[in-house]
């Protein structure tokens, strides 16, 4: 009897403490939701995707935005406007500007995202993405 109690109480243990760990396993401790991949410039943007590269990042002083260029290869400027607007949407971005295939700005509790793409001249070209954010 005393060893079935013995076993039987350590597993106990194990059942209760895992039971009341917290469900919301996603949000880190800022509420940031860990399922979401983010850009590792701007913590608080999700990133577009893999094809999306970093070429330049410049941090704004004072109450300046910060500017990350990205190449992105693949996709015209409409559709990679009108993608990362639907991506920002899910999480809770809000649209305060569309200028497509141009730009879009979006607004999230305190932060501001400016998305420009300027115009290309040829076709083969890779897309450039500039990202004005605080």
């Known amino acids: 009897m005393k060893k079935i109690a013995l076993l039987l109480i350590p597993l106990f243990l194990v059942f209760t403490i895992s039971s009341c760990r917290s469900s919301d396993d996603q949000n880190n401790e800022d509420g940031i939701d860990n399922s979401i991949q983010y850009t590792e410039e701007f ?6 995707g893999e094809n999306m590269e970093l070429i330049e990042f410049r941090e704004g ?6 500017i990350a260029t990205y190449s992105v290869q693949n996709i015209t400027a409409d559709e990679f406007l009108t993608n990362y607007e639907e991506l920002l949407i899910e999480n809770n971005w809000e649209n305060t500007f569309d200028n497509k295939p141009v730009s879009i700005n979006m607004k999230k509790e305190e932060h501001i995202a400016i998305i420009i ?4 001249e040829e076709e083969e070209e890779d897309l450039t993405v500039l990202i004005y954010s605080k």
Do not use: K, M
Request: avoid cysteine; charge should be negative.
């Open 117 to 120: 793409v300027p115009p290309i």
């Open 61 to 66: 002083e004072g109450e300046d935005l910060d």
């Open 43 to 48: 913590p608080y943007l999700p990133a577009y």
